[in-house]
């Protein structure tokens, strides 16, 4: 599914701000000092959390309507949307830190002649790949 919405709990905190819960995703638990920003910080954490629901394949529950939901003295529910594609697409190009091992001449020469390995490591796998826009690719288990 590409669309999601779910409604998150906001309670005020001790001093300020919200504490920021979705009864439906109990892993999920997030604050902002504002509404504007807790606002923000829900549907962050909303994207991440299905976004990890999506990869490792669990069951994506259906959200419970606002109206079945009980609110601590002080909060309020407030529905949160979140559209998925962009999400796997920045998933999918973030950076992933990989360690290599080359002959110290070949590091000397490299350095010398001011290579970016990061930049040369991924042109020379896009080619041997024959890919050169980034398709989603779900990971392996």
Not at 39 to 50: G, N, P, Q, T, Y
């Amino acid at each position: 599914m590409d669309k999601y919405i779910f409604p998150a709990i906001f309670e005020p905190g001790d001093e300020h701000g919200y504490c920021i819960t979705f009864p439906d995703l109990p892993g999920i638990v997030t604050s902002g000092e504002t509404i504007e920003q807790s606002l923000a910080m829900a549907k962050e954490a909303l994207e991440l959390h299905l976004y990890g629901m999506e990869e490792d394949d669990e069951g994506i529950p259906e959200p419970t309507s606002p109206s079945q939901i009980a609110v601590p003295k002080g909060g309020f529910v407030n529905l949160i949307e979140v559209w998925m594609p962009p999400v796997r697409d920045e998933m999918a190009n973030r950076a992933v830190k990989k360690t290599l091992t080359i002959p110290q001449w070949l590091n000397d020469l490299a350095e010398r002649r001011k290579i970016n390995y990061s930049h040369l490591l991924q042109e020379a796998l896009k080619h041997h790949l024959g890919v050169y826009k980034p398709p989603y690719i779900k990971k392996s288990k």
